[in-house]
């Protein structure tokens, strides 16, 4: 028998995002700041894979400026 397992998760709040963009411009890595924020790695990961068009890396050019305050609204 099979059992399905519902999945939950927590959106990322606004304060979080803005913290996900400061570390990132600090040079973090996804596992610092997962750590950091007590949160999980694929969290992070995912949350930059939405807001660096796919580009990761330690100096992803995450959004900046008026739209990406909007986005994180």
Excluded at 3 to 16: D, G, N
């Amino acid at each position: 028998m099979q059992v399905k397992v519902a999945i939950t998760y927590q959106l990322l709040s606004q304060t979080e995002r803005y913290q996900i963009y400061i570390l990132i411009q600090d040079g973090r890595t996804q596992t610092q700041i997962a750590k950091l924020m007590d949160g999980h790695k694929p969290t992070i990961s995912r949350e930059l894979l939405r807001n660096t068009g796919g580009r990761l890396s330690s100096q992803a050019s995450y959004p900046v400026g008026r739209r990406a305050l909007l986005r994180l609204s």
